[in-house]
């Protein structure tokens, strides 16, 4: 009921599940994955088709194409996947599901350590709280697998779609030599640890000068 809500603002609403997107559900009125796939090889086709009338200047069967190709144009992307297996539309779930809980876990973990270190900054008694000094510490860590985690719901509970519907990432392949890709990564990891290694050493000149005084 809750997720029927949060989808749809309706209590009873029908909350689709992988078998159904794939499968389809006729009782539901939903198309499955293959039909779709076929429907956007239509469009496909059609939009090709039109362009090469509109360009030989044949303007009844471009208008033609371009009609069946608004007919189909909601399954557009799909037709990128004819003659592949359906599954293949299917994002990483369990990759998705625990990502999304431990992002969850641990910005809940962070609200609780802030009301903590609130309270206790209020009561003006936080340096004598070891334990709490220790679990921000040990914490620093759990920002940057937060944010990590937060990615990848966002990058891989998309897949396999770049533009919904319209673009799948098999389509939006770019034409860039592997070369190319590779010498950019590996620049920025010397530069990027060039520049941790200058971090470090600076925040321990700065850690050993505090101390001195």
Not at 10 to 24: R, S
Not at 107 to 122: D, E, N, P, Q, S
């Amino acid at each position: 009921m809750a997720l029927s809500y949060l989808a749809f603002l309706q209590g009873d609403a029908f909350v689709p599940g992988i078998n159904d997107l794939v499968h389809g559900n006729k009782k539901e009125g939903i198309v499955s994955y293959q039909e779709r796939i076929n429907s956007g090889k239509v469009a496909i086709d059609a939009l090709g088709n039109y362009i090469k009338f509109k360009k030989s200047g044949d303007v009844t069967n471009a208008e033609k194409e371009l009609a069946t190709f608004r007919t189909h144009e909601n399954d557009f992307g799909y037709g990128y996947y004819f003659g592949k297996d359906p599954h293949m539309l299917i994002p990483n779930v369990k990759m998705s599901f625990y990502s999304f809980h431990i992002m969850v876990i641990l910005g809940t973990w962070f609200l609780v350590l802030f009301a903590l270190l609130f309270y206790k900054i209020i009561k003006e008694n936080l340096e004598n709280s070891k334990t709490l000094l220790r679990l921000t510490l040990w914490s620093i860590p759990f920002g940057y697998v937060a944010s990590q985690a937060g990615w990848i719901v966002a990058e891989v509970g998309r897949q396999p779609w770049t533009i919904q519907n319209l673009l799948p990432n098999i389509a939006a392949v770019s034409q860039i030599d592997a070369y190319s890709v590779q010498i950019t990564f590996f620049l920025f990891l010397i530069i990027f640890t060039t520049l941790l290694i200058a971090e470090i050493k600076i925040m321990l000149s700065a850690i050993k000068k505090g101390s001195a005084h």
